[in-house]
């Protein structure tokens, strides 16, 4: 094999290697996502009605609890009396009160097997009065919400996104 050949050769082996690397250090590169807790926008199908609450991105092992407090929660065009809310993908809801005080409402709900990084945690189904429902975070006020990781430690970085789009796992 020539000098030549070896150089080329070489030269194609370092390439590869820096190519290798730098795709390696991607994460470099990419600022890391806010966690985000979401309340998707509610979709109505007749008079019966749903909305998703979702979270992206969480730290330490993922969301593991979230609670809501009292009259945190505000909805219009809503029978208080007909929601309900799921707890899906592991999580349970543990409490929730959206009767007690018109338009306003809590909630609690907790996986105890694991924490999740992004997806579906709740979903609120119920009955719709007017033509214009609505379900949020009173005042988008984050304040009014805990976040609980796996690793029983509080979330206390994290946005909030009310009426998006649901959110599904990549």
Known sequence: ?????????????????????????????????????????????????????????????????????????????????????????????????FTTTAGKGRLVAANPTSGSVGGTIIKITFEVTGANPAFGIADADKGKVDLGTALDTLITAWDLSSNAADYYAK
Not at 46 to 64: H, T
Not at 84 to 95: Q, R, Y
Request: proline share 3%; glycine share 12%; charged share 15%.
């Open 1 to 97: 094999m020539g000098a030549r050949t070896r150089l080329i050769v070489l030269s194609l082996l370092a390439l590869g290697l820096v190519l290798g690397l730098t795709a390696c250090m991607g994460q470099w590169f990419t600022p890391k996502q806010a966690a985000t807790l979401i309340i998707g926008k509610p979709v109505v199908s007749g008079n019966r009605g749903e909305v998703l609450i979702s979270v992206a991105d969480m730290p330490n092992q993922g969301l593991a609890s979230v609670a809501i407090d009292d009259q945190g929660i505000t909805f219009n065009d809503i029978d208080a009396a007909s929601i309900d809310a799921t707890g899906l993908n592991g999580f349970t809801v543990l409490a929730s009160d």
